[in-house]
């Protein structure tokens, strides 16, 4: 079936460090790939999301560029903040929206 | 407008009995899935409701089941609860057509003794 991988936490970086998050996916047909990030004691927020080969999604300085080649969707930041100390899910769905497969997360501390 | 809501925020069981989660859909939903969110890991998916019937469904067992109503709203049932049923359980909308995000609520943490 549909599997997400991602790099294994924590990550801890200090405050305007870059930060990059791997993640790779197995998929039949064309999915539509996700990073949610969750901050403490709370749900899943959609960060950003691709929905075809190329696409690059991007929100809050994040982004993330769909490649199909390499069955990535690796998240990356030019400068992290404190606040966005969080963990993070990349996750993909099918065409329609619907069965969605999560990673098993990231946790990212960044330190003042 | 109302995001997806969720109910309890915490709860405490014990081995064998039963609970009931319930959530509420963001306005203009009409999907309502469930997942379960073990301590350090991803959200499983548990179910999908639509037109009150359970549309799909992930690799959980009969005591999982759940109901959804005319306004959308769902409920979780757990039946003959297992230590290992303590989890975040996450409820989240989306609208059937065209509607690939998924809006999550903040969760039920359930603790099983």
């Known amino acids: 079936g549909d599997s997400v991988t991602q790099m294994e936490g924590p990550v801890t970086l200090s405050e305007e460090a870059f930060l990059t998050i791997n993640c790779t996916y197995t998929?039949?047909?064309?999915?539509?790939l996700f990073w949610y990030v969750q901050y403490p004691g709370e749900g899943l927020q959609l960060l950003l999301k691709?929905?075809?080969?190329?696409d690059k999604g991007s929100n809050k300085g994040f982004e993330a560029t769909y490649r199909k080649e390499t069955t990535s969707f690796h998240l990356e930041k030019g400068s992290v903040q404190v606040s966005d100390s969080a963990v993070y899910f990349c996750?993909?769905?099918?065409?329609?929206?619907?069965?969605?497969?999560f990673g098993p997360g990231t946790r990212l501390s960044v330190l003042p | 407008d109302a995001g997806v809501t969720q109910s309890p925020t915490h709860l405490i069981k014990t081995r064998g009995q039963q609970v009931t989660l319930r959530c509420s859909p963001k306005?203009?939903?009409?999907?309502v899935s469930w997942y379960q969110q073990a301590l350090g890991q991803g959200p499983q998916f548990i179910f999908q409701?639509?037109?009150?019937?359970?549309?799909q469904r992930g690799n959980f067992p009969d005591r999982f089941s759940g109901h959804q109503f005319p306004n959308y709203s769902s409920e979780l049932n757990v039946n003959a609860l297992l230590l290992g049923d303590s989890a975040l359980y996450l409820c989240?909308?989306?609208?059937?057509?065209?509607?690939?995000?998924?809006?999550f609520g903040s969760g039920t943490q359930l603790s099983v003794l």
């Open positions: 306005s203009g939903h009409d999907t």
């Open positions: 691709a929905t075809k080969a190329d």
């Open positions: 998929a039949t047909g064309y999915p539509s």
């Open positions: 989240a909308s989306s609208r059937a057509r065209g509607g690939e995000k998924l809006f």
């Open positions: 409701y639509y037109e009150e019937e359970e549309r």
């Open positions: 996750a993909l769905s099918d065409l329609y929206g619907q069965n969605f497969v």
